[in-house]
Nanobody, 124 residues
Framework: QVQLVESGGGLVQAGGSLRLSCAAS????????MGWFRQAPGKEREFVAA????????SYADSVKGRFTISRDNAKNTVYLAMNSLKPEDTAVYYC?????????????????WGQGTQVTVSS
């Protein structure tokens, strides 16, 4: 079992930056692929970014490529999402997820554990 707790969300102006963190419980953090997803009001949850178990491979949604960076620190059981050049359309609840898989996957059904989410609001 893995428990995930996100932090770092908030209100920021367009063009600004935020860094989200996701702290995981348990000793097996390094055995999970970690992902970030987001859900805006009235929309489905969508993939944002994912990182492999050792951090050597990443994947990004086209909408955030070049602006967001995912990373992980297995010694601290934490995954991060650095978000730069934020846009109003990035406004959503951001969720951290852990997947018991080898490949860096991008669909919600491939992830086994989810955090409660953290709100990110970007004003224009």
């Amino acid at each position: 079992q893995v428990q995930l707790v996100e932090s770092g969300g908030g209100l920021v102006q367009a063009g600004g930056s935020l860094r989200l963190s996701c702290a995981a419980s348990g000793r097996t953090f390094s055995s999970y692929v970690m992902g970030w997803f987001r859900q805006a009001p009235g929309k489905e949850r969508e993939f944002v970014a994912a990182v492999s178990r050792r951090g050597g491979s990443t994947s990004y949604a086209d909408s955030v490529k070049g602006r967001f960076t995912i990373s992980r620190d297995n010694a601290k059981n934490t995954v991060y999402l650095a978000m730069n050049s934020l846009k109003p359309e990035d406004t959503a609840v951001y969720y951290c997820a852990a997947g018991n898989t080898v490949a860096v996957v991008t669909t919600t059904r491939r992830y086994d554990y989810w955090g409660q989410g953290t709100q990110v609001t970007v004003s224009s």
